[in-house]
DNA sequence: TAAGTTTTGTTGTTTTTTCAACATTTTGAG
DNA sequence: CTCAAAATGTTGAAAAAACAACAAAACTTA
């Protein structure tokens, strides 16, 4: 079945036996479904039932709030996760809702199942929980990470705490970012053009250099 | 013994018997540390070796940028743990250095004795990981939330959107916040006196009211 | 209660960011 | 290759935030 050679691609599911994954799939109650873009696979605010996994294509997660602006949280590829958080904090409704950017084959995990161990006491869940306790780590670390960058006061700040990050996690002063500088701008939410004209300024003082994705950043410290 | 009383006050061992924390101690080989104000409990880029708790006092981590520039990232008081998510999302290091504002308790718990599970097959590390998977997951939550707030342009939207999810939070119009002034101007991370005098114009426009900690937001849509 | 400290609000100046508009370059589809 | 769309850099005016400085209020605590 296709859908093994998609789990296996997820966090969740990377070198565990087709057997296993079986058991898995009937264990959690699994149920896959085809989205076509546009359409919304859960909602804002909508009662949780089961965990997301979208398996193949692409979705956002979005956030509607009170004046009725809507705004991207997250985008979520393939082999994220949507709603581990809220249905392990025990939090009754999703935070935001999940769109499909594009034609998207999503699996459906029983969220009660997939939470309290089972009848026939089955290693899934031991598995499971110890991979899920990775995934929310590295996840909380990313986010703390952002924290970081945000609450620096102005722009030029932002953008080098974000790539001494960058720089820190490749080991190198010479690194690829994952962003174009509109992404990049979004990410650390600034407009666009002045987001540009500060590259441009370290540029020119020497403090960083960059082509594409590809930048370099000065040892500043010794 | 006083660690009992103590731990179980924590997220971690709350709702366990005294008999099950006992064996626990023992299998995750925790060792219990008194520091003064001031001191340094862990250091930044330091390798992981434990998981901490702060039994008892208070504690900031924090963060030092290649520039020597220190900045708090978090208040850790009595009941929280430091240095989970690194552990698990297996990076060498601490991202952050841990310095007691306070006397404090501390108890080291060995990582890898927590992280893999022990030779006698014991339950300890099924009931840890459990809660462990709820505890990041709340945690991921604010995260979230924070990076919503400080991704707001303005300091009218941002202070919104935390007051929103407060309300929400407390299902209320009218609602504590966990801050003063001071401390919301840091947690939103922008200049005090400007989050004053926005509070202030938006006090007078009837979109909100307060009174030191207590908070009345208007229910702006329909 | 009195004195000192912390919190809070206010205001004017300076700096920074946003915004809008446009030119140039790069990318991708057909 | 060609054309359209997307990404990028630049600039000047308008808006907003940071900064600095101060006064009033609230809270400690001796």
Redesign the interface.
Known sequence: MEIFKVLRKSDLFSQIDDQTIAKMINCFDAKGVVFEKGQQIVGQGQEIKDIILLAKGEANAQ?E????NI?I?LNISSGDFFG????????PCY?DSLVATEQSLVVFFNKDKLISPCANNCLCH?IL??R???I??????A??D???H????GIKDKVL?YL?TQSRHANSRYFDIPFNKTELANYL?VERSALSSVLSKLKKEGIIDFEKKRFFLK???E
């Open positions: 956030n709030d009170l004046f009725g705004s949280i581990v958080e809220e249905a392990y904090a025990e939090e935070k031991q929980t110890k899920l306790v990775k929310l780590s590295s996840r909380s670390l986010l703390t952002k924290i970081k945000l609450s620096q006061r705490s001494q939410a040892n500043i410290k």
